[in-house]
Every structure is written in structure tokens, then in C-alpha cells.
């Protein structure tokens, strides 16, 4: 019976917290402010601030290998349902989880990004006994070498990312790497 009694006050504690975050959102989006009244989607400008664009997936420290990302309406969670052999993703809204990163309880944790098949991208190659950054202009084709790449953390949407990594990645394998003479247009 204690069991019972307990769930029953902290469904009920949950519940009301949910509630009173519906309520304070909503009060929030109608915030007057002197003669004009705010109308405008702030979802845009919180995931910038955390440093995630939309649609962007992300984990948050305090929930493990959970997955996350803003839409332009709210923060949803990644949910896979389904058993071993069916297996299906949907995704939940968030409203407890934004509130920790809103009140600064909670951090975004950035995952390496991943080319989408036809993105170009940068990586490091040997090129006359020295490690340098190059572009594979062949780009993403979801090859054994390109996962590779992925896991050990050497995928880069620009050159500049690229070379910024090079010396910690050389020094990490003592072997010799060059920044000279590499430029890119598109930084």
C-alpha cells in the first residue's frame, strides 16, 4: 500500500510540474513588453544559444546516451519502439528536459557530425610523409573508410575544423603533419 501511495504523489508532483510548465510557456509566448507584444518562436534562438541548429541531434549530460533535438516548435526526444525484430523511431516532446537546459541544469552534448551521402568533407591523408588536410570531393559515400573516419572522430564539415584538430591529432600519434600552404575558399 506505501508503494501505491508513493507513486500517486509523485505521478501527481510529475503531473502538476508538466502543467505548470504548459502554463509557463504559454505565458511566457503571450510576454508584453511596454507597448508590444512578443509574437515571435524563441525555439530558433535557444537551440542557437546551446550551440545545436534545428533538427540538429544532440545528447544532454544528464540523460545518458539519450537523443534529442529541437524542431522549430519544441525539443523532442528520440523514442524506439518495437521489440528486437520491429523496431520503429518516433519522437516524444521534451518538456521536462528543455526546462533543465533552459534553468541551466543540464548541458548539450554536440555529436560528431555526419556527412549525408554527397557531402563533401574534410580528413587528414599523407601526403609526402607528412599528415595534411585534404577534402574528399568524392565525398560521403558511406563506405567501411569513410565509418572509419566517423568513429575515431576525423570528419569535418570544413577545412578550418580540420586543420584546427591536425596538431592534436598528429601529437597524439607522434607522427609529423604540415599546415602550410593549406587553404579552402569556403572558410
Not at 577545412?159 to 601529437?171: I, W
Amino acid at each position: 500500500m506505501y508503494d501505491f501511495l508513493v507513486a500517486l504523489i509523485i505521478g501527481t508532483f510529475c503531473g502538476a510540474v508538466i502543467i505548470t510548465m504548459l502554463f509557463w510557456i504559454n505565458e511566457f509566448s503571450r510576454y508584453t513588453k511596454g507597448d508590444k507584444e512578443m509574437n515571435e518562436n524563441l525555439i530558433p534562438k535557444i537551440a542557437e544559444m546551446l550551440g545545436v541548429t534545428l533538427n540538429e541531434k544532440f545528447k544532454i549530460d544528464k540523460y545518458g546516451n539519450r537523443i534529442f533535438k529541437f524542431s522549430d516548435d519544441s525539443l523532442w526526444e528520440r523514442v524506439v519502439e518495437g521489440d528486437d525484430e520491429n523496431q520503429y523511431v518516433t519522437w516524444g516532446e521534451s518538456l521536462l528536459c528543455l526546462k533543465q537546459l533552459l534553468n541551466g541544469n543540464a548541458k548539450v552534448i554536440k555529436l560528431p557530425w555526419k556527412p549525408k551521402v554527397g557531402d563533401t568533407f574534410y580528413t587528414f591523408d599523407l601526403i609526402y610523409g607528412k599528415w595534411v588536410v585534404c577534402s574528399f570531393t568524392r565525398a560521403w559515400i558511406g563506405s567501411p573508410s569513410n565509418y572509419a573516419l566517423l568513429d575515431k572522430g576525423w570528419i569535418y564539415r570544413t577545412a578550418k575544423e580540420a586543420l584546427q584538430n591536425l596538431p592534436k591529432v598528429a601529437k597524439e600519434y607522434d607522427v609529423p603533419c604540415s599546415l602550410d600552404g593549406q587553404s579552402y575558399e569556403e572558410d
